[in-house]
């Protein structure tokens, strides 16, 4: 595991973004797996302003993104794909067949999960799949007690993440209690993982990921099982690690 420690969130944005470029440069088609959140954020800006730029050529890459809410629509302002449409696919003019996101209004969930693994393998699956860390160790939506065998299936979010997701909804009651996700066994399978951390928040759970036992009480831990991650950290995030 390769862990580069950086002093904000802007410059971790600016060293992912390098990361992710040099791997479309090597593989103008590659595949994507991609996380929401406040994390990548920053990322997803690099990624705009170096396609304005023209330093980057994204038209040839697929993107897959590792979970939706259960229940809102792709229309919907809460919805993860809005959330990726605003942040990435329109300010990079990605095509709609470029990009996938399990649908959280599927009528048959079985179905839906099933037709998402296949389009990854259809797609020769993911070369580099980019994490955010939940405070409480989940990746993707794959909360404490996932076994890392797990796959694409709907889950139920707990509390802690409903109460920190609540800030992108008017209230907590309006947070859906039920998620699709990647599972962490697909999570796993990308050819090169590259996890992203900001924030104090952050670094209880990150030192307990990389340093402690690999176990289901923190998903992320499972990473430690991976023979290509790089972790990305700020000065807060590292905390505990520096300390260390
Ligand atoms: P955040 O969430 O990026 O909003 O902190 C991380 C996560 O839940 O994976």
Same mark, same amino acid.
């Given at each position: 595991?390769?862990?580069?420690?950086?002093?904000?969130?802007? +410059?971790?944005? %600016?060293? &992912?973004? @390098?990361?992710? =470029?040099?791997?479309?440069?090597?593989?103008?088609?590659? $595949? #994507? *797996?991609?996380?929401?959140?406040?994390?990548?954020?920053?990322?997803?800006?690099?990624?705009?302003?170096?396609?304005?730029?023209?330093?980057?050529?994204?038209?040839?890459?697929?993107?897959?993104?590792?979970?939706?809410?259960?229940?809102?629509?792709?229309?919907?302002?809460?919805?993860?794909?809005?959330?990726?449409?605003?942040?990435?696919?329109?300010?990079?003019?990605?095509?709609?067949?470029?990009?996938?996101?399990?649908?959280?209004?599927?009528?048959?969930? +079985?179905?839906? %999960?099933? &037709?998402? @693994?296949?389009? =990854?393998?259809?797609?020769?699956?993911?070369?580099?799949? $980019? #994490? *955010?860390?939940?405070?409480?160790?989940?990746?993707?939506?794959?909360?404490?007690?996932?076994?890392?065998?797990?796959?694409?299936?709907?889950?139920?979010?707990?509390?802690?993440?409903?109460?920190?997701?609540?800030?992108?909804?008017?209230?907590?009651?309006?947070?859906?209690?039920?998620?699709?996700?990647?599972?962490?066994?697909?999570?796993?399978?990308?050819?090169?993982?590259?996890?992203?951390?900001?924030?104090?928040?952050?670094?209880?759970?990150?030192?307990?990921?990389?340093?402690?036992?690999?176990?289901?009480?923190?998903?992320?831990?499972?990473?430690?099982?991976?023979?290509? $991650?790089?972790?990305?950290?700020?000065?807060?995030?590292?905390?505990?690690?520096?300390?260390?």
């Amino acid at each position: 595991m390769k862990l580069i420690i950086v002093a904000t969130p802007e +410059e971790g944005a %600016v060293n &992912a973004a @390098e990361i992710v =470029i040099k791997q479309i440069k090597a593989k103008p088609a590659s $595949v #994507l *797996g991609l996380p929401t959140g406040g994390t990548p954020i920053g990322l997803y800006a690099q990624l705009a302003k170096a396609v304005k730029e023209k330093k980057v050529d994204l038209s040839q890459i697929k993107t897959f993104n590792l979970d939706e809410y259960c229940g809102l629509t792709k229309e919907n302002f809460q919805s993860y794909y809005t959330f990726m449409n605003i942040h990435l696919y329109a300010p990079c003019g990605l095509r709609p067949d470029q990009t996938h996101i399990p649908s959280g209004t599927a009528s048959d969930t +079985e179905a839906e %999960v099933r &037709a998402y @693994e296949t389009a =990854i393998v259809t797609a020769g699956g993911l070369d580099l799949q $980019v #994490l *955010g860390i939940g405070e409480n160790g989940h990746i993707g939506f794959n909360e404490p007690g996932t076994e890392p065998k797990s796959r694409t299936r709907v889950v139920t979010l707990t509390q802690n993440t409903r109460e920190a997701n609540a800030r992108f909804f008017s209230s907590i009651h309006e947070v859906p209690i039920h998620a699709l996700t990647m599972g962490i066994q697909n999570i796993l399978e990308a050819k090169v993982i590259l996890m992203l951390a900001f924030g104090a928040n952050k670094a209880d759970i990150l030192f307990d990921a990389l340093k402690g036992p690999i176990s289901i009480n923190n998903p992320a831990s499972f990473l430690q099982n991976h023979p290509d $991650v790089i972790v990305i950290a700020d000065h807060a995030a590292a905390a505990q690690l520096l300390r260390h």
